[in-house]
């Protein structure tokens, strides 16, 4: 049996750079072939990168205007369609309408179900929601949303709307979570960490497709 390394994603499912690492880490794990010395598992982990942000929401496209450019069309032009373009290379098709707002009923969901069905639940919920946000301008956390995420990874409906309609189930869980990555210095995202045998390697930012493999290689060169 091979050494065990252990991926500790961080995200916040309204950062599109997160949507755009996990595709390139997924490309990157691709990569290393099955018989390696070392196997990866994902894990997921909470942070919120507007937690006073209201559960009702507002503007997408005007929030990100104002808060993260001034207001400036010409340079809000300018990030969607850098986006835009970063995204086409990974297969997402960037929209930038919908509404933004607080993700922690997302981050409750996501945890839920890593904890009770394993990562590969966890992994398609991720991915549903990533989906419903940034392609479908859906809102990132409502019921409807959530609803839909936990259906398409397989959690029979009665139970995911039993988990939902109950929102203080794994509530505090997660915020502790929260706190503990802000405790670790999280303070923005993509973060990432790879179990190492003798170190862990961080990766913090949205990293090209090459330098996740090198990080990969370099996991498992030191695994022996």
Same mark, same amino acid.
């Given at each position: 049996?091979?050494?065990?390394?252990?991926?500790?994603?961080?995200?916040?499912?309204?950062?599109?750079?997160?949507? !755009?690492?996990? =595709?390139?880490?997924?490309?990157? !794990?691709?990569?290393?072939?099955?018989?390696?010395? +070392?196997?990866?598992?994902?894990?997921?982990?909470?942070? /919120?990168?507007?937690?006073?942000?209201?559960?009702?929401?507002?503007?997408?496209?005007?929030?990100?205007?104002?808060?993260?450019?001034?207001?400036?069309?010409?340079?809000?032009? $300018?990030?969607?369609?850098?986006?835009?373009?970063?995204?086409?290379?990974?297969?997402?098709?960037?929209?930038?309408?919908?509404? #933004?707002?607080?993700? !922690?009923?997302?981050?409750?969901?996501?945890?839920?179900? /890593?904890?009770?069905?394993?990562?590969?639940?966890?992994?398609?919920? #991720?991915?549903? !929601?990533?989906?419903?946000?940034?392609?479908?301008?859906?809102?990132?956390?409502? /019921?409807?949303?959530?609803?839909?995420?936990?259906?398409?990874?397989?959690?029979?409906?009665?139970?995911?709307? +039993?988990?939902?309609?109950?929102?203080?189930?794994?509530? $505090?869980?997660?915020?502790?979570?929260?706190?503990?990555? #802000?405790?670790?210095?999280?303070?923005? @995202?993509?973060?990432?960490?790879?179990?190492?045998? =003798?170190?862990?390697?961080?990766? #913090?930012?949205?990293?090209? @497709?090459?330098?996740? @493999?090198?990080?990969?290689?370099?996991?498992?060169?030191?695994?022996?």
């Amino acid at each position: 049996m091979g050494y065990e390394s252990q991926i500790l994603f961080t995200l916040d499912t309204i950062c599109p750079w997160t949507y !755009l690492a996990k =595709r390139r880490l997924a490309r990157a !794990l691709e990569q290393i072939p099955s018989d390696a010395p +070392a196997s990866f598992s994902l894990k997921y982990l909470p942070y /919120q990168l507007y937690p006073e942000a209201s559960q009702e929401g507002e503007g997408k496209y005007e929030w990100y205007k104002r808060s993260k450019y001034g207001d400036s069309e010409e340079k809000m032009k $300018m990030y969607t369609t850098l986006m835009s373009a970063y995204g086409t290379t990974e297969g997402i098709d960037y929209k930038f309408g919908g509404t #933004v707002a607080n993700t !922690l009923p997302a981050h409750r969901t996501i945890q839920h179900y /890593q904890e009770a069905k394993g990562s590969e639940t966890a992994e398609k919920i #991720v991915s549903s !929601l990533y989906k419903q946000y940034f392609e479908e301008e859906r809102h990132p956390s409502s /019921q409807e949303t959530l609803l839909r995420a936990a259906t398409e990874a397989g959690v029979p409906e009665g139970e995911a709307k +039993a988990f939902l309609e109950d929102e203080d189930e794994g509530l $505090m869980d997660v915020k502790m979570q929260i706190r503990e990555q #802000v405790g670790n210095g999280v303070d923005s @995202v993509p973060y990432i960490v790879i179990e190492g045998k =003798r170190r862990d390697l961080t990766l #913090v930012g949205c990293k090209e @497709v090459d330098e996740y @493999v090198k990080a990969l290689h370099q996991i498992i060169k030191e695994s022996g």
